[in-house]
């Protein structure tokens, strides 16, 4: 510990993150039930899901908080020391940072921590360990559960359904927001000039080599895209992002279409009144998320606006391309494909009521004012993909447990 705390000291430390969010993390103690089994730290910034891990270790045999404070101290500090390196290669990729705050779990863990790093010389704004909102619990619970499927399917505990995702994606760490020289789904590095990596149209923070890898890594990245297009205005952009990003684009394409377009027919704002919508009466592109490059093929599907609306359509069984045409004009599919197919799944999951899916939604406010659901049923697909999804489900709760979160459906 007495040869970590000068270089954690040393590290820079700011209120928001290079990409303009706040510089706060939560973490918590992971245990791994493979052979042998053990224990890790998982650090994680709530707002962008970036998580850093520490160890193996024995912390949860531990019998005291004071001895588990002992022991989790250093791993914190090794974490963020650590924190640029890419595992897989042993190669800085980003400068290691400090954070500017820190929160845990347990009240009794956070208490013994703050004694443990003064003891040692920390520096004292860091000595103070926050205890973890209900929000960041359960982003806790659910990073921690990717964390431990990826591992389980590295050593072939997975289910079918893991080892699938391991040949779409390998279990690599996540790639920094804001860093434009890997592809943010499967690390691949930017092939300039002749494959360029393209730039989330949403949040100009997230880079990737094509569609497929965009759309596979979306669920990972939404609370990211959402978080960086909530940041405030003066924020510093993301190295790489063009003066562009918020602005420009055609007048015909989905989001324009329906900022500026949709008012003007009375069977869109019909449509709209049956799912209690208010189309916007704006002009041009006004207050809607633009591409960095206008020409990218490769569209967004990260505007929290229009999700709320696709959700809205797919909740009240309206989700139809005749609907979606009215709406977002007739190049929707281009635009809003991905949206709809993401939102359908988690109507059709229809998450329980504290579950980390439910209390990510609730915050976002994407059902308020929203009619009483009433989704199409599941085609033979998806409910291929529900049984998938509820089978995956079923091994973490057996693996990690479920804590607190009800089981009944929230809209039963």
Known sequence: MEGLVPSFNALPRSRTTPTGLPNHWVFRIGHVPLHPPGDMIILVHPQSRYLITAGPAQLLSLQTTTEKAEAIAPLLLKAFLNGGMNPMTSQREHPARSPWSW????AGLATALAQKLRESGVEPELCSVGVCSTEDKAILAESWSGRLGQLQGMVGNGTRRHQEDRAAAPAQPGVAPGDPSRCHHCNKT????????KTCRGCSTAWYCGRECQKKHWKRHRPSCHAHQAAPSG??????????ARAGGR??????????RAHTTEEAQALARSVNLTLPRG????????PVSTVSPYPSYSDAHHIHQVRRLVTTGKDTPENFRLLFGPDWERELEPVHEEARMEVLLDPPRGSPAYAMNAGLGVDDGAPAWSPRPASEVEQQK??????????VR???GVGSVAGASAHA
């Open 103 to 106: 929160s845990t779990e347990d």
């Open 235 to 244: 924020s510093a952009p993301p190295p790489g992002a063009g003066s562009n």
């Open 190 to 197: 930017d092939g300039r000039p002749a494959q360029p990596l």
């Open 386 to 395: 529900i049984a998938d999804v509820r089978e995956m489900q079923a091994v």
């Open 283 to 290: 002009s041009g592109t006004e207050g809607i998320l633009k």
């Open 251 to 260: 007048d015909d394409d989905a989001f324009s279409y329906y900022n500026s």
């Open 398 to 400: 057996e693996k990690v």
